[in-house]
């Protein structure tokens, strides 16, 4: 499949929060930054989005119970852990989305809640979206649906994503639900320039 100028690549919240030491960490979750980093040279435009939550963010819990509502504090604005992965290459021309900014409101998608993400991807001509990143079962499936939803012709990366998988099987559920939705599934092989 090769990738056009009207092609956009989303990545989902690759945050040291959510790598192996993080205070949310997906399992292997920092493997997908070197297949995310090859992917980045193949696209014109790339956004990242990023949890930025407040101190008092809805989605904290103590005790967590891992589930809506009721996850370990993460990704604070402004704190080591919501930064990008260190080894992750952000170009300085990437749009760069900060979510779950509102303490009263959960916000697993890059189109919810964000200055408004689809607009500015229509106004440079995008027409298909890639997405990928973390986690596939959560942030990756709710950016991916909403950018369905406001019109793109949207792709899953799947190789280049990973899941929470709790409970377990949610990340299959995840995929399969995607794909009955009209995503189609590919793999960064598949991609050329």
């Known amino acids: 499949m090769t990738i056009l100028p009207t092609d956009a690549l989303i990545v989902v919240d690759v945050q040291n929060d959510f790598c192996p030491g993080g205070a949310l960490p997906v399992d292997e979750g920092h493997h997908v930054v070197p297949i995310i980093n090859l992917l980045l040279r193949r696209f014109d435009l790339v956004v990242f989005t990023r949890d930025w939550h ?3 963010h809805c989605s904290f819990g103590d005790p967590p119970e891992f589930t809506d509502g009721s996850w370990p504090e993460h ?4 704190s080591p852990g919501a ?4 080894d992750l290459r952000v170009p300085v021309d990437a749009i760069i989305v900060n979510k779950g900014t509102d303490p009263d409101q959960e916000a697993y998608s890059g189109f919810q809640g964000t200055p408004p993400l689809a607009d500015e991807l229509r ?3 995008v027409t298909r979206i890639f997405v990928c990143g973390l986690a596939t079962d959560y942030c990756v499936k709710h950016t991916a649906l909403d ?8 792709f899953l990366v799947e190789n280049a994503c990973r899941g929470v998988n709790f ?3 949610s990340v299959t559920a995840a995929v399969e ?4 939705a009209g995503i189609k599934i590919c793999w ?6």
């Open 54 to 56: 407040p101190h008092n």
């Open 75 to 78: 990704c604070r604005a402004n």
């Open 83 to 86: 930064e990008f992965h260190g």
């Open 123 to 125: 106004q440079r001509g």
């Open 147 to 154: 950018g369905l939803a406001a019109g793109f012709d949207v």
């Open 167 to 169: 409970p377990e099987g």
């Open 177 to 180: 639900e995607m794909r009955r």
């Open 188 to 193: 960064s092989g598949d991609l050329t320039q």
